[in-house]
Structure formats: structure tokens, C-alpha cells
């Protein structure tokens, strides 16, 4: 694939009708492509960045600052994907790293349209610094430094997108894709406070925006998966046909561990489980929710 893109300008599997300018260097060699860098940007998904970053971070520059864009929750473990970098990399690193998260679908990026998105670190000068670089006319970045919040958001939202698409699938209407997305991000602001998130951080970009985004845009590989799920089709048909990687339907089981063991109800995410599961059906699951318990609002 590398020599595909140095050749072509292209990549052959993503995005493959994109020119990619000449200034790019693709290397299938991972200490090439950290060598004296002073910013690093981790794009890979969030299963393989334990043993990616364990390997590349003997090879990083001490003083380079790390991105990452990994959305998800690591299965084995509970943790946010800062939380396996600070486990993984030397303490040297753990102030530069940075996570990316908002709305933003790559295409749309790649074809120059106009996104926003959050850069989140816990000294917040980095963010800025990370800030200056990446933002261009049509990338327009703003900083933060609740870090938890950022990712729990940019997550979560993956999780509620396929309940979303499930009740789109089976053609349940607006008013029901409203009420789901509105309570999940209650659900998502639930566990990110118990986690030591600012709740505030929900609603913003890589909260509320991100949840948007991702629950009404066709390009959403986790609205997909929710939308054929609930036409019926299995969940092994669905991921075998498709050559990106939904990191809702790992990041859903990661969620609902770290629910039971922080005592935190989330019956949305607990809904998407059965269905993902198969012990029960997108219908089965939708009634089960509808038929919960009166409360308040604020619950």
C-alpha cells in the first residue's frame, strides 16, 4: 500500500479517489516514520494501539508531541485510549499527549469541506501548539483540557449511533431517532462525570456536535451497521462486508463493563449489547426500552 501511494498518489483501499499532494511520504516502516518527528499522529483503530504504540515508543523522539485520534474504550482493560498511551509510553511523553475528536467525517475533510473539531490535553499549551499546526482554512480547531471528557464523548457517541440506526432501520420515525440521541448523550455525560469528566464538555464538539454527526450522516460506518441490523441482516454479514472498522460494536461490551463496575445505568448502551449479542432483536430491544420504568428526566 505504501508503494501504491508513493507511485499513484493515491491510497488504494481509503479514499482511493483522492489525489494526495506531493508533500506526503507513505512508509511501511515504522521507525522511518518517527525519526526526529516533533508532532506524531496515531490514526489506527483503537484495537491495535496497544502493540503499535508499545513498538513506537521506543522509537519516538523524547520531546515529540503525540495525537491521537483513536476513538474507543480498550475491551480487556476499561480504559481510554489516553489512559493505554500513558500505560504504554514513557512517562517522558504523558504531558504532550493529545487527543483529536468532533465531527468530522474523513471524506469531508479530504475533500477541503468545513469541519471543527476539539484538541484536548491536560496542559493545554500543547493543545495549543497542536492547534497552530493543524488548523487551515477549511480544519478549524479549538483546544480544551478535559481529556476524559473529550474521548468518553468521541466513544460513546459510536455506541448510541448504532442504537440510532437500528430504530432508523426498522423505520420507527424522528421522533423516536430524536429521543434516542437526546438520552443517549444523557447516558454518555453519565459515565463520563463518573469517570471525571466536566459535564459541560458534552456539549460541545466532541459531545454533542460528534453525536450529530454520527447519528444522521450517511458516511457513519456505525449508523450503517445499526440500519442493516435493524433490516435484519447479521452482525457477521454486516462487518464481513465492510472494509473499515465500526468501533461501536467493540467500544458497546467495553462500555457496559465499565457501567457495572462504576455502578452507572446506561440502558441504551445496555439495549445495543443484547442485540449485538443475539438474545434479542433491534424490535426487542427498542420495546424493552420504551417499557423501562417511569422517572424524572433528570435520571
Not at 479549538?142 to 476524559?148: A, C, L, R, S
Not at 437500528?166 to 469517570?195: F, K, P, V
Not at 445496555?270 to 427498542?286: D, N
Request: with cysteine; proline share 4%; glycine share 10%.
Amino acid at each position: 500500500m505504501a508503494e501504491a501511494i508513493e507511485r499513484d498518489r493515491r491510497n488504494p483501499r481509503y479514499l482511493s479517489d483522492i489525489d494526495l499532494p506531493d508533500s506526503i511520504h507513505a512508509t511501511a516502516d515504522l521507525e522511518e516514520a518517527l525519526r526526529d518527528r516533533e508532532l506524531v499522529i496515531c490514526a489506527i483503530p483503537s484495537h491495535g494501539l496497544r502493540d503499535v504504540m508499545t513498538q513506537a515508543g521506543k522509537l519516538m523522539d523524547p520531546g515529540a508531541i503525540l495525537v491521537s485520534t483513536v476513538k474507543g474504550i480498550e475491551v480487556e482493560t476499561g480504559m481510554l485510549m489516553h489512559q493505554v498511551l500513558e500505560d504504554v509510553l514513557d512517562p517522558v511523553f504523558h504531558p504532550r499527549i493529545t487527543v483529536l475528536s468532533g465531527p468530522s467525517f474523513a471524506r469531508e475533510v479530504a475533500e477541503h469541506k468545513p469541519t471543527a473539531i476539539t484538541l484536548a490535553c491536560r496542559e493545554e499549551a500543547y493543545a495549543i501548539s497542536v492547534q497552530a499546526s493543524l488548523s487551515a482554512p477549511w480544519f478549524r480547531c479549538y483546544t480544551h483540557d478535559d481529556v476524559i471528557g473529550v474521548e468518553v464523548g468521541g466513544a460513546l457517541k459510536n455506541v448510541v449511533a448504532i442504537a440510532v440506526g437500528m430504530c432508523d432501520g426498522l423505520g420507527m420515525g424522528l421522533n423516536a431517532r430524536a429521543g434516542l440521541m437526546t438520552r443517549g448523550l444523557h447516558e454518555i455525560g453519565r459515565l463520563g462525570e463518573a469517570l471525571g469528566a466536566n459535564p459541560l464538555t458534552f456539549l460541545g464538539l466532541s459531545g454533542m456536535g460528534d453525536l450529530l454527526l454520527t447519528c444522521t450522516g450517511d458516511l457513519s460506518r456505525n449508523r450503517t451497521v445499526g440500519v442493516q441490523l435493524g433490516q435484519g441482516r447479521s452482525l457477521e454479514e454486516i462487518i464481513g462486508s465492510m472494509n473499515q472498522v465500526a468501533e461501536g460494536v467493540r467500544t458497546t461490551h467495553a462500555v457496559c463493563e465499565l457501567a457495572l463496575k462504576l455502578g452507572v445505568e446506561m440502558p441504551i448502551a445496555f439495549g445495543v449489547q443484547t442485540v449485538l449479542a443475539g438474545t434479542a432483536s433491534p424490535l426487542e430491544a427498542g420495546t424493552q426500552l420504551m417499557a423501562r420504568q417511569l422517572k424524572s428526566e433528570s435520571e
